[in-house]
């Protein structure tokens, strides 16, 4: 990986959202749908996470070029393209696989998640519920959950929870996006 291409881990609830949003944000160049967080030792299965059984989240692992979008940006984007204010759900998605969780690769990333929460707390009602831990394995999550939202746009789920979402990102971070 060069040197100016970094990863950020994050979970929002269901995978299938964080990784459309991310999809379009300018200088992501990959969005990858996985699990994380668990305390169950191997690589876990779908249906594994959705027992809640496991302890793991559905994340999404992005590689972006640092030198187009800066990490503190990607966490604003993730803070405000879901609500970080719920525990353990997202809509109608509930359960610890669900929760709001930022991953951090080094003590940097940690710093800086630590100030965008706390810069971001205001902009909410409710507090803030993310939590922040760092990143122990990352396990990809089977081929169909990836580009899940572009392979199934026609999906009731897509239309009614993800194409929202697509379009909150777009009123709010116009100036992210790839053209």
């Not at 630590?114 to 993310?130: G, H, M, Q, R």
């Not at 746009?153 to 992210?176: E, M, S, W």
Request: glycine fraction near 8%; aromatic fraction near 12%; proline fraction near 3%.
């Amino acid at each position: 990986m060069s040197k100016d291409l970094k990863l950020a881990t994050v979970g929002g609830g269901c995978f299938w959202c964080t990784e459309a949003v991310f999809q379009e944000v300018k200088g992501v160049q990959e969005v990858v749908s996985g699990y994380s967080g668990g305390n169950v030792p191997g690589h876990p299965t779908y249906r594994e996470i959705c027992s809640g059984l496991t302890g793991h989240a559905e994340v999404i692992q992005i590689t972006y070029d640092a030198n187009i979008i800066s990490y503190e940006d990607i966490l604003v984007i993730f803070m405000t393209t879901h609500d970080p204010t719920t525990l353990n759900r997202q809509g109608a998605d509930v359960g610890t696989q669900y929760r709001s969780v930022i991953y951090y690769h080094d003590e940097i990333q940690k710093e800086i998640a630590e100030t965008v929460l706390s810069k971001l707390a205001s902009y909410f009602d409710n507090p803030i519920v993310t939590e922040i831990s760092p990143l122990d394995v990352f396990y990809e999550a089977e081929k169909e959950h990836q580009d899940f939202y572009k392979n199934n746009q026609d999906y009731g789920y897509c239309n009614f929870v993800i194409t929202p979402k697509l379009t909150k990102l777009r009123q709010l971070h116009a100036d992210k996006l790839k053209s």
